[in-house]
């Protein structure tokens, strides 16, 4: 009997301390709401080569050449076929290849359903180091994303090319550049740049929802993302169109406006944080609030102090 006592709590014990370690009830409880809310994507045409479907998860890019298709993002495994209805909608021309902006489930999940078919994934390379391990994302800006782990994507919808700060894909007549500008939404964030037709998929470095998320988790930095603001704004003329990783198509203006109202918040917390001001006394110097939420700006700020700590 005490052999088997034993015997029981090896095999209890770690199926416990793995369930902490990889708890995905907060990613199933997504896909399950993925599963039951989207219905469709949005068609926005942008040009004759150029699309955004918008639906579950971030914005996905499609750019479509004599013979092919490209993606950008691909959202959710699990809406998979009303992602290709709605591009089925606008071509019947194969995929050739899909660049993920980064590693998020929103953006990447449907790796899980691509990869498989054998169409070749392209990412920044710790984008795909991140896919390989489950990752826990960092709760402390919005509080729905705490206790969020992501489980780790299998071997056939891992990215296939990676690059480490710049890569150069031609298709067609059509050069697309994949920038990495170091840590900022992630570590491993892709600003991926259609030259000819004058549009960039800016992935979740640059958002329109308000304060963006950040993954401190996972590489992320807030100076990183204001600092590749300003990089992005470089790449710009005033006939760019953005693609943002959610939100509505934007022009340089939104992004000078969005690194301003970050680079004002993030310099008079750090001059707060040195006088000893209170957290809510550093909100209250800082006029903007984003999304109309101060918790959101005060979890900012807590978020930045965390974050030069680490410095
Ligand atoms: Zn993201």
Redesign the pocket.
Do not use: A
């Given at each position: 009997m005490k052999n088997q006592i034993v015997s029981l709590l090896i095999v209890i014990v770690p199926i416990i301390a793995f369930s902490q370690k990889s708890d995905l009830s907060q990613y199933n409880n997504t896909i399950n709401k993925v599963k039951e809310e989207v219905t469709y994507f949005k068609i926005e045409k942008i040009n004759a080569q150029f699309y955004m479907l918008v639906g579950g998860g971030?914005n996905v890019g499609v750019f479509i050449n004599d013979k092919e298709v490209v993606l950008i993002d691909n959202s959710y495994e699990i809406i998979e076929d009303i992602l290709m209805a709605s591009l089925r909608e606008i071509t019947d021309k194969p995929i050739k290849f899909i660049i993920n902006t980064?590693f998020?489930h929103?953006?990447s999940d449907g790796n899980r359903a691509f990869g498989k078919q054998g169409i070749p994934i392209v990412s920044h390379q710790n984008a795909k180091k991140r896919m390989m391990e489950d990752a826990e994302l960092y709760g402390g800006i919005y509080s729905f994303i705490k206790d969020f782990v992501q489980p780790k994507y299998n071997d056939a919808s891992l990215p296939v090319f990676t690059y480490e700060s710049k890569m150069t894909l031609t298709q067609g007549d059509e050069e697309i550049e994949l920038y990495n500008f170091g840590k900022a939404?992630?570590d491993g964030d892709s600003v991926v740049v259609f030259k000819n037709n004058n549009i960039i998929h800016t992935?979740?470095a640059f958002v329109r929802y308000g304060y963006p998320?950040v993954?401190l988790n996972n590489g992320g930095s807030i100076k990183g993302l204001i600092d590749l603001l300003g990089m992005l704004e470089l790449l710009c003329d005033e006939n760019t169109i953005l693609i943002p990783?959610h939100g509505d198509l934007s022009r340089k203006e939104d992004v000078t406006s969005l690194k301003n109202t970050l680079n004002d918040l993030y310099v008079k917390t750090v001059i707060g944080l040195k006088k000893g001001l209170s957290y809510s006394e550093i909100s209250d110097s800082i006029e903007e609030t984003l999304n109309g939420d101060t918790s959101v700006k005060l979890n900012y700020i807590k978020s930045i102090e965390l974050e030069l700590s680490r410095n």
């Open positions: 971030g980064h998020h929103d953006h939404h992630t992935g979740d998320y993954d990783g």
